[in-house]
């Protein structure tokens, strides 16, 4: 198949992780409760926190928005690996060699902690060992290489520099990390919700957290049922934390999306997990179904709602794979969303220290899987202990993240010109939308976003994010409504993808009046 016919894509992206499994259909939160812990979010870090904290009796129950492990755990591309590109020098040059320290054997440990809970529940899903390898085709990257293979090695892991790489990728150097793994993230966590389930946590779902407050020792959390959750702790685990009134997160997180490619290729994928370490990212692993091998093509990335035309992303991709690969075909692509933090290291452990009961993870920037089976064992120690071995690289409130002040200026500053640039941006006056269009519009003042679908319907939607207030861009490639600021997504109708916003767009303008306008002139 040629380029141009891979790149004319006749369905919409949707993830393999979620097209290979059930779809769950937990209950809806009806009444109000009372536990000892309740953990806001069901992706990985909220199953496995809740699997760690019932084996110590306690009382928990899991609220999550739409359906578990359906968002960003349900779009990841599952690699088990403590190579966070080249973090471990950086780590040690800005904060340590003990925190280097702490942050290796974290990773290292959560790949034994998941072979470990896989083989004590009897749990089948798609665990292979895989060598980790990140390679560069630049002259600069080589000493940051060497540099990392050595602190990397002097911290435990098991690495060292090769000079090729089984592509016709021409390549100046690379390192591998030994012992590594690859897995499928649903097959493991839906059984595993299984079984918490039966063991009494309850999972609550289509049951979204909008507001959390302190009351007589205890957090109340409230959904738009009108139910609430009353519990003594929680673990705020639903990627960027919807809860603004302390530790000011919305300005120590900026959040990327990254584009994924699984294509059937004439050749044999010869093993490994690899990514280079230059712009613009490029990531390859294999993926075995049950109609055969295929191969994650992963990379590019932009802030969420800051991408330009979407589509270009992914067409970037299938260039990339075609130098690699013959590709036969592409039956599956995707798209995923990250939480990056102004140093790199995620957040986990107390939401602030001055909230001794409330608890957080998040921020893992493109390292998800180690990182959220290590927060799980975190928080389980600070919560039985108040004490974790990796407590301090992890801390949120940590001292080191001061040595960030520059991105921290940079990223607030993108945030305040998207929120500036969004009031003021030019708006088409022609106002023609075709079928499976989208764009921001204005009619007589007033702003409205607009999709028509296939059928001819018009949906229309306020475009200010219901977050913090920002204007929302149209994603062709996703069909959604994207924010700029920090990331919330919405889909074509107003419903929410992806927080942090906890209330969807409405539309309480003239609606006749947009419609009749556009399709007069449509």
Same mark, same amino acid.
């Given at each position: 198949m040629d380029v141009k016919e891979l790149k004319q894509f006749k369905n919409l992206p949707a993830s393999y992780w979620l097209l290979s499994t059930n779809k769950t259909n937990y209950p809806t939160l009806d009444k109000n409760t009372n536990v000892d812990i309740a953990i806001i979010g069901g992706g990985i870090v909220g199953i496995l #926190?809740?699997?760690? /904290?019932?084996? $110590?009796?306690?009382?928990i129950a899991i609220l999550e928005s739409g359906n578990i492990l359906e968002s960003t755990t349900g779009h990841t591309t599952a690699k /088990?690996?403590?190579?966070?590109? %080249?973090?471990y020098d950086k780590i040690k040059s800005q904060m340590g060699n003990e925190l280097a320290q702490q942050y290796a054997t974290a990773n290292e440990t959560a790949i034994t902690e998941l072979q470990k809970i896989m083989k004590e529940n009897n749990i089948d899903c798609d665990y292979s060992n895989q060598s980790a390898f990140i390679y560069t085709q630049e002259d600069s990257y080589v000493k940051k290489l060497e540099k990392e293979v050595k602190t990397a090695s002097s911290l435990g892991i098991k690495a060292h520099l090769i000079d090729e790489i089984p592509f016709s990728i021409p390549i100046k150097s690379a390192m591998v990390f030994e012992n590594q793994a690859q897995f499928h993230p649903r097959k493991f966590l839906l059984s595993l919700a299984e079984k918490i389930s039966n063991k009494g946590v309850q999972i609550f779902e289509r049951s979204r957290? &909008? $507001?959390l407050e302190e009351e007589n020792n205890k957090y109340v959390i409230n959904t738009p049922q009108g139910k609430k959750i009353i519990a003594e702790k929680v673990i705020i685990a639903s990627h960027y934390?919807?809860?603004?009134?302390?530790?000011?997160?919305y300005s120590r997180i900026y959040v990327q999306r990254s584009y994924i490619l699984a294509i059937k290729a004439k050749e044999k994928y010869p093993g490994g997990m690899y990514i280079n370490a230059e712009d613009p990212p490029r990531s390859l692993r294999s %993926?075995?179904? $049950?109609n055969g091998e295929l191969i994650l093509v992963v990379g590019e990335n932009h802030k969420t709602g800051q991408g330009k035309d979407t589509s270009k992303y992914y067409e970037s991709l299938v260039d990339f794979a075609n130098e690699v690969f013959t590709v036969e075909s592409i039956p599956y692509r995707w798209s995923t969303q990250d939480c990056m933090t102004l140093d790199g290291l995620p957040y986990v452990g107390h939401f602030d220290s001055e909230t001794p009961n409330l608890y957080i993870a998040t921020g893992f920037g493109k390292w998800g899987m180690t990182n959220s089976i290590a927060s799980s064992m975190i928080l389980r120690d600070l919560i039985i202990n108040n004490e974790s071995p990796w407590k301090d690289v992890y801390n949120p409130s940590r001292k080191t993240i001061a040595s960030s002040t520059k991105n921290f200026i940079v990223? @607030?500053? @993108?945030?305040?010109?998207? %929120?500036i640039d969004g009031k003021l941006s030019n708006l088409p006056e022609k106002i023609d939308i075709h079928p499976g269009e989208g764009k921001v519009i204005e009619v007589d003042g007033e702003r409205a976003g607009a999709f028509r679908d296939e059928d001819g319907k018009l949906h229309l939607v @306020?475009?200010? #994010?219901?977050?913090?207030g920002c204007e929302l861009n149209w994603n062709s490639a996703e069909r959604s409504w994207d924010c700029p600021c920090h990331g919330s997504r919405f889909t074509y109708k107003g419903e929410i993808i992806q927080g942090p916003a906890? *209330?969807? /767009?409405?539309?309480?303008?003239?609606? @006749?009046?947009? *419609?009749? %306008? &556009?399709? $007069?002139?449509f």
């Open positions: #926190c809740a699997y760690q /904290l019932q084996k $110590e009796g306690f009382n /088990l690996t403590s190579q966070h590109s %080249l973090i957290a &909008i $507001e934390p919807f809860y603004n009134k302390k530790a000011m997160y %993926l075995p179904t $049950e990223q @607030n500053a @993108n945030v305040a010109s998207q %929120l @306020n475009t200010t #994010c219901t977050h913090m906890v *209330k969807p /767009l409405s539309f309480d303008r003239d609606v @006749n009046t947009f *419609k009749k %306008l &556009i399709d $007069e002139d």
